[in-house]
């Protein structure tokens, strides 16, 4: 049974940072991308970003892009998404998600995610 759970969320003024974290476990993590995603009240979910198996290719999507950093440590089982130069417009539920087959690329599309964590909330104040 796998299992993802977010940490690190919180209140943040714009400008200020968070690093989230995704603890996952159930089978061998080092094997699978990963990717991140979120949700505003009323929108849709959205691509953050993803990376592969390895930690060697990563994608992010172009509101990101230069202020956040997805990253794998995959000794201790944790993918991380580092927010930097947050905006009140980042404000959602972050979701990390794992990927169904091994050894695959990442995705934007969340429909080729298997696996997915509770979320954790981010609030950023303007």
């Known amino acids: 049974q796998v299992q993802l759970v977010e940490s690190g969320g919180g209140l943040v003024q714009a400008g200020g940072s968070l690093r989230l974290s995704c603890a996952a476990s159930g089978r061998p993590f080092r094997l699978y991308a990963m990717g991140w995603f979120r949700q505003a009240p009323g929108k849709e979910r959205e691509f953050v970003a993803t990376?592969?198996?390895?930690?060697?290719?990563?994608d992010y999507a172009d509101s990101v892009k230069g202020r956040f950093t997805i990253s794998r440590d995959n000794a201790k089982n944790t993918l991380y998404l580092q927010m930097n130069s947050l905006k009140p417009e980042d404000t959602a539920v972050y979701l990390c998600a794992e990927r169904a087959n091994p050894y695959s690329g990442g995705g934007r599309y969340s429909g080729g995610y298997d696996y997915w964590g509770q979320g954790t909330q981010v609030t950023v104040s303007s």
């Open positions: 990376i592969n198996w390895s930690g060697g290719t990563t």
